[in-house]
């Protein structure tokens, strides 16, 4: 009986107005402790009126009167008891390509990922022996997600399936106080614009020789990053081998610098980096690069293994972005420090320098954190508009040929059509014509000056 009077009165606390009224005034923790006592004293105050219900009962056993004043008590108790408190407080959902989830205590959640589908012919020298024709691949297939923790961190794991292999790209926990980024764990050192610009945002289906040429890759380290104002960025790092290779001896050291101030509507970039690596005892280093794309395994340049005690490199970028057209470029001087007194260090050197312009009226190249961005089309297909089409033109160099190693050169003039139907879709079409000197492999008359013609097509979604 006792039960079932206490949830009768507990019920009825929550829908009346004066319990709503006393909620609104007092704070969540004043709600609790008068909650508290509140229940106390209907504990009590039950107990009461079952003892005089027990008395009553031998003399007026269930009389009408009885029961009348049980209800009138329990309907004075009622109006007089707070409201419950609610003790949760739902997540928020938004939506980015992707649910992000996030809470009040600081705490989120997102997952994202992207699809590349790559296709393409290259068209080399017949006796030159090279395999070449219609070649495709999985260029990445990556799916991860990153989020907040409360007290400034963050992290990120990102994880690539291309090839029918597993690989871990970014595997990081970060530290945000005011402009200073700390960041821990595998993620890319601080070398060249094109580089740290995601592959979904750039260009052409593959950056800029030199940077696959020189071994830019993610690696394990420890960083920082310190957003100055006035659009000053410093960055700065130490690292070890990728992931993959671990463990190994090898360290790093890398910093950059970039400016990016607008002018009205113009976008401004400005960097320079420098990089050092320890080669360890035993090691050898080998610079090479493929014809543009990624799907054929076949190096028109390359130095061969050669002995290095350390690496030093250093780059300069530059960038505008007015209304729909951007243009941009990179020199990198990559130098090779050889033991023995008897040998020259070799220096070899790449960059590009590119164009572009929208067709489409109000698009433009986006530009965040010292480094390219996402474009969002002004019309996309999805709200009646055509999306966003872009072309450009590059002109690509790489040099390695220095100090009696004889690697090659090569000159790559590239252009491209981009098509960006949505915010999260995109199309792109190359054609590039590789001018070869010194190539590693001659045709059937020992010519290693020659060109090697390339046509690669990729379709892209990310979320």
């Known amino acids: 009986?006792?039960?079932?009077?206490?949830?009768?009165?507990?019920?009825?606390?929550?829908?009346?107005?004066?319990?709503?009224?006393?909620?609104?005034?007092?704070?969540?923790?004043?709600?609790?402790?008068?909650?508290?006592?509140?229940?106390?004293?209907?504990?009590?105050?039950?107990a009461e009126l079952e003892a005089e219900q027990a008395e009553a009962q031998p003399q007026q056993a269930n009389t009408a009167a009885q029961q009348a004043a049980v209800a009138a008590q329990v309907a004075e108790i009622r109006q007089a008891a707070p409201a419950p408190v609610a003790s949760t407080t739902p997540a928020e959902i938004a939506w980015a390509g992707a649910p992000e989830f996030e809470s009040e205590g600081g705490w989120s959640f997102k997952p994202f990922g992207r699809l590349n589908i790559d296709a393409g012919v290259?068209?080399?020298?017949?006796?030159?022996g090279r395999e070449d024709g219609f070649g495709s691949e999985i260029r990445r297939a990556r799916l991860g997600m990153s989020g907040d923790i409360p007290g400034g961190f963050g992290y990120k794991l990102e994880v690539d399936f291309a090839g029918n292999e597993i690989a871990v790209t970014d595997a990081i926990v970060t530290y945000e106080d005011g402009p200073l980024t700390l960041t821990a764990g595998q993620h890319n050192n601080f070398q060249s614009l094109e580089e740290l610009t995601s592959s979904r945002w750039s260009s052409f289906i593959e950056r800029?020789?030199?940077t696959d040429a020189f071994g830019f890759t993610r690696r394990l380290g420890v960083s920082a990053e310190i957003d100055v104002s006035d659009g000053i960025l410093l960055q700065a790092g130490v690292f070890t081998n990728n992931i993959e290779d671990q463990a190994g001896d090898t360290w790093t050291g890398?910093?950059?610098i970039v400016a990016s101030p607008t002018l009205g509507e113009t976008q401004l970039h400005l960097g320079a980096s420098v990089h050092y690596t320890d080669v360890p005892d035993g090691d050898r280093v080998r610079y090479r690069q493929r014809p543009l794309v990624h799907f054929t395994s076949e190096r028109f340049i390359n130095t061969g293994s050669f002995d290095a005690d350390s690496e030093l490199g250093a780059g300069l970028e530059a960038g505008v972005i007015s209304g729909p057209f951007h243009a941009v470029g990179e020199a990198f001087w990559q130098t090779a420090n050889r033991p023995g007194a008897l040998m020259d260090d070799a220096t070899f050197f790449g960059g590009y320098a590119e164009v572009g312009v929208f067709l489409t009226e109000g698009d433009r190249r986006g530009y965040k954190g010292g480094k390219f961005d996402r474009t969002r089309p002004e019309r996309p297909v999805n709200e009646g508009g055509i999306g966003a089409i872009q072309i450009n033109a590059r002109y690509d160099r790489l040099d390695l040929n220095d100090a009696g190693i004889v690697g090659g050169t090569q000159d790559?003039?590239?252009?491209?059509?981009?098509?960006?139907?949505?915010?999260?879709?995109?199309?792109?079409?190359?054609?590039?014509?590789?001018?070869?000197s010194d190539a590693a492999f001659p045709t059937a008359t020992g010519e290693r000056d020659y060109s090697v013609d390339v046509l690669g097509m990729r379709a892209q979604i990310d979320f």
Do not use: C, H
């Open 254 to 256: 890398d910093a950059r």
């Open 122 to 128: 290259i068209g080399a020298p017949d006796s030159t």
């Open 412 to 436: 790559g003039y590239f252009a491209s059509l981009i098509w960006v139907p949505t915010d999260y879709t995109r199309f792109t079409m190359n054609y590039g014509r590789l001018d070869y």
């Open 1 to 46: 009986m006792k039960k079932l009077v206490i949830s009768a009165i507990l019920a009825g606390t929550a829908l009346t107005p004066a319990a709503a009224a006393a909620q609104d005034s007092l704070t969540v923790e004043e709600q609790v402790a008068a909650l508290a006592a509140e229940v106390a004293r209907l504990n009590q105050r039950v």
């Open 208 to 210: 800029a020789a030199f």
